[in-house]
């Protein structure tokens, strides 16, 4: 990594002593200003916390300086802050979890708008929304999903997989800070957000807490995706070095290799949407080449298993997060259209009434 300009350091520190420690790590000096003002918010609301709280239940508060010289360290911002904002949500964030990207919140808010958008939904008229939440991590996905929804549909059920219960743990602290915070409703218990351990390659605990009769509208995944190759040349020195690995790259599997490697999950998530048959699937990609590898997975498997899906899509990074209409090419190679502008970020699969939800048809729910 080069060395910062001279220049760019006395700047920072003309502006704060303190910055330039968050300059070693953002390595923008609007970045880092923003980050300094994040952390000085921060300290503020922990001083007021205390002022109606008794001492004795809260431990010392930190100093700012050692809250800018742990983020020089490279310590991502939201560990330390402990929580991120996503959708409407505030999502807590704490270390051997995955943090939820910036990436993750846009397709799953343009998901949440086009079901809203669609006329059965938008009008109220669909009482009961099922949504299968795979690799849950944080709950973020399933958890906006529901934030976004259960004000139009009487009956919204999440159901959350993942195999950390210190990721289930933290999910269930998110529901209750945002319970407090007025973001989620009161009332939301375990029979509406039901976060279950068990690890998706685990064809077992699968089978056992997703029962062969279990049907789902919707499923949607992020998924451990980054191939071993592409774990060590493209993702962040923060992220290799504070996040999980376990929650980024899959673990070895025999027989696969190179870029591949990311893509062990997905045959297990079509298998058992296949078997669940809902009317979406939306699973986050690294970039439109995995994209595409998915995308020729799903044609293999209807080629051996018979047509399933109706519309098949694939949403870039660059897309209107409302559900309007983007720039759009079509695939030939895999029978699906590719919609807005950047890398590629999630294949999103459809039958009955999810083709009309995600072609932006307000068509009534078949």
Known sequence: MPRLPTSLIRKAYSYSPLLPLLLKATRDLALAKNELRWLQEHISSIHRLRKCTPKQYLPKPPTLSQLCRIRSTGEPLQYILGSQPFGDLEILCRKGILIPRPETEVY???????????????????????ILDLCAGTGCIGLSLYAALHRQIPDVRVRAIDFNPQARNLAWKTVKLNQHLGRLSPSLSKSQF?????????????????????????????????????????????????????????????????????????????????????????????????????????????????????????????????????????????NAAIIGEGSGRAVVLARSWGVDVIKHDTAAFG
């Not at 799953?108 to 099922?130: A, D, W």
């Not at 027989?255 to 062990?264: A, S, V």
Request: aromatic share 6%.
């Open 108 to 130: 799953t808010t343009r998901l949440s708008n086009l079901l809203l958008r669609h006329g059965s939904i938008g009008n109220g008229n669909v009482e009961s929304l099922q």
């Open 194 to 334: 039901d976060y279950v351990l068990a690890d998706l390659l685990n064809n077992e605990e699968i089978a056992a807490v997703v029962q062969s009769d279990a049907t789902f509208n919707i499923v949607v995944s992020n998924p451990p995706y980054i191939s071993i190759p592409a774990f060590s040349r493209d993702t962040s020195r923060s992220a290799r070095i504070f996040e999980p690995s376990n929650a980024l790259v899959p673990p070895d599997s025999v027989g696969i290799t190179g870029e591949r490697t990311g893509d062990l999950f997905y045959d297990h998530i079509l298998r058992l949407s296949w078997r669940a048959r809902p009317q979406i699937v939306c699973m986050e990609v690294a970039d439109l080449e995995q994209a595409l590898r998915v995308m020729r997975a799903v044609k293999d498997m209807e080629a051996i298993d018979g047509s399933l899906w109706e519309a098949k899509q694939i949403w870039r990074d660059e897309i209107d997060v409302q559900g309007n209409e983007c720039s759009t090419e079509w695939n030939a190679d895999v």
